[in-house]
């Protein structure tokens, strides 16, 4: 499996766009690179999902170069309740696969 | 529809005990998977159940167990707890056989302390 690697933290402000970078050297033909998010004491939550180029939804974009070694989540104008921790990760697309995750990045968003 | 529910949300053993976590899926769900978070740590995969049979096992002992239901509800068992399965234990269901679209849907967790 695809290992990844992300800053450990970040610090924003609430309406500033915050874009967080993955890479992921070593991903396979089959990986997909998904995102999830976890606040405190909750389990964690799918954000997006993509393999190539550009995927956006009402939540976040993903940015994913020709190489897809690497990947950058962003999420436009931050607020406070965006404050967590956010996971990359990369596998292969295939509902019930495990999902592995690495330790994430702190988000920390600020008035 | 109904979310990922886990009881209890919290719990104490003491070394040695034995102890048993329980998820409910979400509807139409058949799938379970449980992973094992440390504080500060990303969850681990312990393992995954589809039709009541073990489908996936991640990097944890025997003493880590599990059972999946008819109505794909599960249990994890953990034996001869030690100090180190202190940790936020985590259920996620999902629908296998859906397609290209691998999103597990996480419960609150269940709090685990072992003194």
């Known amino acids: 499996l695809a290992k990844t690697t992300q800053p450990i933290s970040m610090d924003s402000y609430e309406g500033q766009e915050v874009n967080i970078t993955c890479s992921h050297n070593n991903i396979a033909t089959n990986d997909y690179i998904t995102w999830y998010q976890q606040f405190p004491s909750q389990g964690p939550r799918f954000i997006i999902q993509?393999?190539?180029t550009k995927v956006t939804n009402e939540v976040a974009s993903l940015f994913i170069p020709a190489d897809r070694k690497s990947s950058t989540l962003s999420l436009p104008r931050v607020s406070l309740s965006d404050t967590a921790v956010y996971y990359c990760?990369?596998?292969?697309?295939?509902?019930?696969?495990?999902?592995?995750f690495g330790k994430g990045t702190t988000l920390s968003v600020s008035s | 529809e109904t979310g990922v529910t886990q009881s209890p949300t919290h719990l104490i053993k003491t070394r040695g005990q034995q102890v048993t976590l329980r998820c409910s899926s979400q509807?139409?769900?058949?799938?379970v998977s449980w992973y094992q978070q440390a504080l500060g740590q990303g969850p681990q995969f312990i393992f995954q159940?589809?039709?009541?049979?073990?489908?996936g096992r991640g990097n944890f002992p025997p003493r880590f167990s599990g059972l999946q239901f008819p109505n794909y509800s599960s249990e994890l068992n953990v034996n001869a707890l030690e100090l180190d399965d202190s940790a936020l234990y985590l259920c996620?269901?999902?629908?296998?056989?859906?397609?290209?679209?691998?999103?597990?849907?996480f419960g609150p967790g269940t709090r685990l302390t072992v003194l």
């Open positions: 993509g393999y190539k």
């Open positions: 996620a269901s999902s629908l296998a056989g859906q397609g290209p679209y691998n999103e597990q849907f």
């Open positions: 990760l990369v596998g292969v697309n295939q509902a019930g696969t495990a999902l592995i």
């Open positions: 159940y589809y039709r009541e049979e073990e489908n």
């Open positions: 509807s139409g769900h058949n799938t």
